[in-house]
């Protein structure tokens, strides 16, 4: 079971917006009422096995997926809907983190959109010097041996956001935004997620390593990053937009990973640009 949320008024659109990894349908509310303001509709995905969607692990709060493709299958099923709903075109898509990934894949898939914005697209996995190696080969033997659905090193069944203090966090500079973030996970403990699988780790990098192959989609894409990015790997972001004809890179001063999430001007930055 998937789910959904729509908002279908929008004289200029609709946006299809892809949520990151651990993410929820709930903590884009803002988001989707800043497009409203705009004049475009929104539709706002929970992936499979997070937020209120099905959740295949024994442990619901571990990241998990069994392929990567499979996520291909939940925008299908979205698609679907979203035609059953006749919902107004243009379609434009957002994407942050995660979703960034699997949004790029859906456009080499030739997703039909008018145009693309990206939110620190995860196009790569940041990690310390020479531990990529280390943690595909650790995912590949737990894999073997029926152990991928083990924490990947470093993480645990915590949800960052409800556990986490505002002081030193990786995601937003605005104090406000983390505590309506922590309000929504401890009023709904369901939407929480923590960590991400082993198998999941491996089956991220496996297509992050074979979207970097690819040449960038004739569609026009605005990506955001922040300068203070400490969540995905910088510099698969600059090569892929550095090629595409129609890209452009926007790096936001003294701001962290969640862009849509971060200080008031900034998220009008974003949201006027977008």
Not at 166 to 171: W, Y
Not at 218 to 222: I, K, Q
């Given at each position: 079971r998937l789910r959904m949320a729509v908002w279908p008024k929008g004289?200029?659109?609709?946006i299809l917006l892809f949520p990151g990894r651990s993410e929820y349908i709930e903590k884009y509310g803002r988001s989707v009422g800043e497009f409203a303001s705009r004049g475009y509709g929104s539709v706002v995905i929970d992936w499979r096995g997070q937020g209120l969607s099905t959740r295949s692990s024994p442990d619901r709060m571990v990241g998990h997926v069994d392929e990567f493709s499979s996520y291909q299958k939940d925008l299908k099923a979205v698609l679907t809907k979203v035609h059953e709903l006749c919902l107004p075109g243009?379609?434009?898509?957002?994407?942050?983190?995660?979703g960034g990934c699997i949004g790029l894949r859906a456009l080499t898939l030739?997703?039909?959109?008018?145009?693309?914005?990206?939110?620190?697209?995860m196009w790569g996995i940041r990690m310390a010097?020479?531990?990529?190696?280390?943690?595909?080969?650790?995912?590949?033997?737990a894999r073997a041996f029926g152990q991928g659905q083990r924490y990947a090193p470093g993480t645990t069944g915590d949800s960052y956001v409800a556990t986490f203090?505002?002081?030193?966090?990786?995601?937003?500079?605005d104090a406000e935004t983390y505590a309506w973030l922590k309000h929504q996970l401890a009023e709904q403990p369901d939407l929480a997620l923590g960590g991400p699988s082993l198998h999941w780790l491996e089956e991220?990098?496996?297509?992050?390593?074979?979207?970097?192959?690819?040449?960038?989609p004739?569609?026009?894409?605005?990506c955001f990053l922040g300068a203070e990015e400490k969540v995905v790997d910088p510099a698969p972001i600059h090569a892929r937009i550095a090629h595409w004809p129609?890209?452009?890179?926007?790096?936001?001063?003294n701001a962290e990973h969640e862009i849509m999430m971060e200080v008031p001007a900034t998220r009008t930055r974003f949201y006027d640009m977008s």
């Open positions: 004289e200029k659109g609709t243009p379609f434009y898509l957002v994407a942050h983190s995660m030739g997703l039909d959109v008018k145009a693309a914005v990206f939110s620190a697209p010097p020479g531990l990529a190696p280390v943690a595909r080969a650790l995912s590949r033997t203090p505002f002081m030193g966090n990786v995601l937003t500079r991220a990098m496996h297509e992050c390593t074979g979207l970097a192959r690819l040449p960038s004739d569609v026009p894409c605005l129609k890209g452009k890179l926007e790096i936001v001063p």
